[in-house]
């Protein structure tokens, strides 16, 4: 089963990623824009996502993807780690959330960091 460690590992296999302490949890950050939380229970991560997609990813994956009411005018949804179906998606959904986080010049030099790509 996957969890709060398997987020940690890819997530700081990612460039010039570090983990920094907020709120009381760890925090994966690029070029100082957070991309990943994982909250206190560990039994799910928070990721950057757009507002119009997060509404299409929850109606299609409810048991997946989810929003604490606190964070309903942010940017971010939940995932439930005993949702997901293997590292290749969790993988995935932390290259997103890193993408949008990371600044174009260095997203660009990583053209390995894209979601469906194996990392090698």
Known sequence: MIDAEDV????LSF???VEKEAWS???FRVAG???VTIPDDQTSFAVR????????LIAAEPEKFWVPPHEAGSA???VRLAA???????RDILVDSWRQAAPDHLADQHPDLRPGVVAG
């Open 8 to 11: 940690r590992r890819i997530a």
């Open 15 to 17: 460039p010039e990623t």
């Open 25 to 27: 949890m760890p925090t």
């Open 33 to 35: 824009k957070m991309y």
């Open 49 to 56: 996502c757009p507002r119009h997609e997060r509404t299409e």
């Open 76 to 78: 971010w949804v939940r």
């Open 84 to 90: 997901l179906e293997g590292p290749d998606e969790l």
